[in-house]
């Protein structure tokens, strides 16, 4: 088929990116298990590796499943062109790569999953990079943030770990002015629930690991870029404006325009970081996105039954599910995630650190896992795990505080759920 703004979002699920196999009329998007591809003859191999031709050279850049999946996730984020890599986590730094350099920071958003606080409140300093944490609901003290080493900015549409909703129209107005890019890390609305671009991101990131797979078998990322920011309009970019010795003097904002990012993510970021997602990772993942939006419309059902069914519990002190009326950022689903707050929350338990220990030992459907964005019901006690490394003041920051567990609803019935927590909560509390 060929893509359209005339598709709706669940036939470009299935379809986009996805055509009969060529060779073999295969209706399924074969797994490409091969390393590399033979030249036609020495001209095209040259023209290959000049990129004054688009083609496959070798898997560590391009393949044809992975390719598929770019496709489809570009398509349905809105933007022109996508970079798969093997995490979430690798994803990140795709994206940070051609903006940041030595000196340069990155102003992000307190309220994180908890590895990319640490990637970025640590890691990344071993790249001479830095990141500046503010609360993203203070829109004066993110503006006040950025200064003229600031290259991006990052935050998540719905953010970890309490669900909370990012207003993107006022953090991309802000970003705009600054002229800098926004990067949002959409993994646990997806695109179904949450378009960033359609708010003013310059790039989406994901873990594709999480709802876009959805079925916890593959870790992978992936960078969509909108191809809306002119990189070229000052020097503050200057692996995307300026030449590229690496390939003779290239400069890709000229020579690619809106895929400028994209094609500097194949030809350099994969090429020589080699955070490559693999094709059998990238089939599990477009088999995944097939039933994205019927599996997020029952997460969102799901979330919202519980989280009320919680609230109403004596032995909880709070829930922070955005889709509550009782919560401060439910103003903002219908401006940015019209079709639910997605299935991430937070629940503060009575009798704190110890009783959610007991908690999450005593569930039965749940299970105490580090991921999120399966079809099973997951929970996690994040001060003495996922964010076990920060310290107490950013746990609190972070909405991952010792009573507090997180919760990734699933796609069960909701009664079980419910009657799961329900006898754990009893003996939590006893
Ligand atoms: C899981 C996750 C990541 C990291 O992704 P990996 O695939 O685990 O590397 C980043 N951001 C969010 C919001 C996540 O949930």
Sequence with gaps: MTDGPTYGFDTLQI????????ATGARQVPIYQTTAYVFRDADHAAALFNLQEVGYIYSRLTNPTVAALQERIATLEGGVGAVCCSSGHA????ALFPLMGPGMNVVASSRLYGGTVTQFSQTIKR???????VDFDDHEAVKAAIDDNTRAVFCEAI??????IT???AISAISDAAGVPLIVDNTSATPYLCRPIEHGATLVVHSTTKYLTGNGTVTGGCVVDSGKF???ANDKFPSLSQPEPAYHGLKFAETFGPLAFTFHGIAIGLRDLGMTMNPQAAHYTLMGIETLSLRMDRHVENAMKIAKWLEDDPRTDYVT?????SSPYAKLVPKICPKGAGALFTVAVKGGYDACVKLVDSLEIFSHVANLGDTRSLIIHSASTTHRQLTAEQQEAAGAGPGIVRLSIG????????????QALAKATA
């Design 127 to 133: 790249f001479g990079w830095s990141a500046t944490f």
């Design 91 to 94: 994803a990140q730094i795709m």
């Design 411 to 422: 796609i069960e019935d909701a009664d079980d759920l419910i009657a799961d927590l329900d």
């Design 15 to 22: 379809h986009a990116g996805a055509r009969p196999d060529p």
């Design 321 to 325: 599910y955005a889709g509550l009326d």
């Design 230 to 232: 002119d990189w070229a």
């Design 167 to 169: 207003d993107l129209d």
């Design 159 to 164: 953010a970890n770990p309490g669900g909370h």
